[in-house]
């Protein structure tokens, strides 16, 4: 069953997302999957690196390429904790992603759904299938945590 498929692989990506979470980052996780096999894993590191761009989407999509030696990601899937922003919605479909699972909406930055539909965006030479709510709730649960013990840090009042 897909459900059970989806659970089991956004559960590693809740692993990188906890991974980030440890390391100060914004805890979200990624996984490109190719049939039955973990090709990429990814865990923002936008802090450490110093680079806008070290989402955790962006790490694990160049994981995966490197693993087939190809950019073309074609018949992979790529599961976040948090919806894909415009730069990792457009850099699966560039890489020609089949499907993206993800947890969490992003209401604020999100481009498969909340802001744009980029996956979906029928102007594009590629689409790619998008299936959201997969654990949604352990995935905001990790992004409120985070947001909490940052406040806490900077001495504000948590509600």
Partial sequence: MDSDRYSIYMRLALREAE???????????AVVVQGDRVIGRGANRTVHLHDATAHAEMIALT???????????????????LEPCAMCAGAAVLSRIERIVFGSRDPKFGA???IFLIPGDPRLNHRAEIVEGVLADAAAELMRAFFQRLRQAKGEEVT
């Fill in 19 to 29: 991974q980030a979470f440890e390391e100060g980052e914004v805890p979200v996780g």
């Fill in 63 to 81: 994981a995966a390429a490197n693993a087939l030696g190809d950019w073309r990601l074609e018949g992979c899937e790529l599961y976040c904790t």
């Fill in 112 to 114: 498969c759904g909340s």
